[in-house]
T-cell receptor
Framework: AQKITQTQPGMFVQEKEAVTLDCTYDTSDPSYGLFWYKQPSSGEMIFLIYQGSYDQQNATEGRYSLNFQKARKSANLVISASQLGDSAMYFCAMRGARTGANSKLTFGKGITLSVRP | DAMVIQNPRYQVTQFGKPVTLSCSQTLNHNVMYWYQQKSSQAPKLLFHYYDKDFNNEADTPDNFQSRRPNTSFCFLDIRSPGLGDAAMYLC????????????FGPGTRLTVL
């Protein structure tokens, strides 16, 4: 079974500063993928970044980077130079590489980020 | 632009009155998913279609049904909505569920009176 844990309470960050959102996971799959999605108040889930378990380097996408520590089973999202529009709920998700049950996404409970002007 | 479209964005129905939510995609993806998301919770997968193959989650109530008449469209039917079914319903697609990310639509917020 796959499990994603996001335990941070609501996070606050000052505009233009960096913030780290924590995510830990558990899986028995040797190969898996980790995702971060952003969900603003409008409701749409927006894909941000992906990290494969065998990727040698940490993923980066613009202001988003993923601090992947495989031994610790953590995949923290780092947002640099926060903007007011970054205020949203952020979900960490995992998918095993095999077909069947582990091919679906398992989501964490999410973290609310508020950016202060 | 290629995208996932959900109609309507807001749906109000009465207790017990059947309702259908629709999703369409221009991505030509093989897989379409339906999620239910209640306030301040993670999305919960209801079922998905891999091409024409329907995959129901074990804990999805029988009250929820789905149809996929072609690659582009997928429908969520709630036969007898209860107050507990009020939620955001998200449709998502992916090309290959083993390697690709899922692309989500804007969601339909369902209110049950």
């Amino acid at each position: 079974a796959q499990k994603i844990t996001q335990t941070q309470p609501g996070m606050f960050v000052q505009e233009k500063e960096a913030v780290t959102l924590d995510c830990t996971y558990d899986t028995s799959d040797p190969s898996y993928g980790l995702f971060w999605y952003k969900q603003p108040s409008s409701g749409e889930m927006i894909f941000l970044i992906y990290q494969g378990s065998y990727d040698q380097q940490n993923a980066t996408e613009g202001r988003y980077s993923l601090n992947f520590q495989k031994a610790r089973k953590s995949a923290n999202l780092v947002i640099s130079a926060s903007q007011l529009g970054d205020s949203a709920m952020y979900f960490c998700a995992m998918r095993g590489a095999r077909t069947g049950a582990n091919s679906k996404l398992t989501f964490g409970k999410g973290i609310t980020l508020s950016v202060r002007p | 632009d290629a995208m996932v479209i959900q109609n309507p964005r807001y749906q109000v129905t009465q207790f017990g009155k059947p309702v259908t939510l629709s999703c369409s995609q221009t991505l030509n993806h093989n897989v379409m998913y339906w999620y239910q998301q209640k306030s301040s919770q993670a999305p919960k997968l209801l079922f998905h279609y891999y091409d024409k193959d329907f995959n129901n989650e074990a804990d999805t109530p029988d009250n929820f049904q789905s149809r996929r008449p072609n690659t582009s469209f997928c429908f969520l039917d709630i036969r007898s909505p209860g107050l507990g079914d009020a939620a955001m319903y998200l449709c998502a697609t992916s090309r290959d569920p083993r390697v690709d990310e899922q692309f989500f639509g804007p969601g339909t917020r369902l209110t049950v009176l």
